[in-house]
């Protein structure tokens, strides 16, 4: 007999075994700018946008594709070895019902925070709650085209991935001009900011949702940006402080869920370990720098974002860091190996789901 290990656990979660489902399995993605792969820039106003060079240098044709990265993002290289299609952005122009059923929705938005009140001088940018919302119009969407019981067929029977909260404390909590950041004591934001999540999971279980995974954060006082703010250039403790406390309390709240919501199969994940190691140990990991951007302006740090003017590293396989907050396509890829390592994922059979669905489209090239 085997083991009741993590990969069979996958099986019950991808429903690679289930006898109702019908067509194929695609993902729901619910995220900040780590997720992000075009919604910021069809925001006319948003100041968060991944649309110069040299973002996507190292994805498909080298153009910018709204994804904050060289290259792909970590739910990008999950799906790719889960055998999911990748998720069009939500303001895909192109975006239809048949697209929806064929290869889900990314509703990631670069500046997005579980509070609605996170990165708001961002201007423009999906809050998780906004998230939500646009997600209740695309089920009305797919209701109106299948009937109202093939789209709650369909939506029991998607992933629905969920990757949120840095901002909240980089955008919002950690910002002195921010009214969280004088409102809340360090614990005291970390249960208000894990509670409104556990709301929102809740919601997207009553709207359909059953399978589910939750993301963790990284160290995030290491990303360059907060290192700056030092003047010795060390890791900001208290933000990896409050990236611990929130992993804790995420998980303690993802295993009570799992056991409260009905029918519910969510898991929960993160690689705060491998990355910090990999932060003080790069050259183990076949990285030489962990500390600076790869796209910089130079001496003028931090720069917003990596613009055409900025110069870029020689060799951006062995940099963590892309720009001043997001990790490089080559970070991204032992996360996303941690990620799946940890939660049991591999690449199996998972587009074999009984599917009548018609032949994939390649996803984008990348
Ligand atoms: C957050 O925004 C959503 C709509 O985007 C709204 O329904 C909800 O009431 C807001 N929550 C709070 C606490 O302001
Ligand atoms: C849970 O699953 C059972 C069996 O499929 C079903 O009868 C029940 O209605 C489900 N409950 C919810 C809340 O989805
Ligand atoms: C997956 O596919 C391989 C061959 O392609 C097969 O040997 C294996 O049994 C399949 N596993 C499942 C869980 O269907």
Partial sequence: MMRPNNKLLLVAILGVICTGCQGKIVQFIFGDSLSDVGN????????????LPWYGIDFGNGMPNGRFCNGRTVADIIGDNMGLPRPPPFMDPSLNEDMIMENGVNFASGGGGILNETALYFIQRFSFYR??????????????????????????????????????????????????????????????LVQTLQDQL??????????????????????????????????????????????QATSKMIGDLSTTLPNATIQYGDAYDVVNDLINNPSKYGFSNSDSPCCSLGRIRPALTCIPASRLCKDRSQYVFWD?????DSANELIANELIRKMGFSRSNLSEAPATAPSVAPPPAG
């Fill in 131 to 192: 998230q939500i919302k646009l997600f209740m119009g695309t089920q009305e969407l797919i209701r109106e085209k299948i009937g109202a019981e093939a789209a709650d067929k369909f939506f029991k029977g998607s992933l629905y991935v969920v990757a949120l909260g840095s901002n909240d404390f980089i955008n919002n909590f950690l910002m002195p001009v921010e009214k969280d950041s004088w409102t809340y004591t360090d614990q005291g934001f970390v249960t208000y």
């Fill in 202 to 247: 809740t919601l997207l279980h009553s709207l359909g949702a059953r399978r589910m995974l939750v993301f963790g954060l990284g160290p995030m006082g290491c990303i360059p940006l907060q290192r700056v703010l030092s003047t010795t250039g060390e890791c900001r403790v208290r933000t990896n402080n409050l990236a611990l406390s929130f992993n």
């Fill in 40 to 51: 910021n820039q069809y925001l006319s106003k948003g100041l968060a946008k991944a649309n």
């Fill in 324 to 328: 001043e907050y997001h990790p490089s």
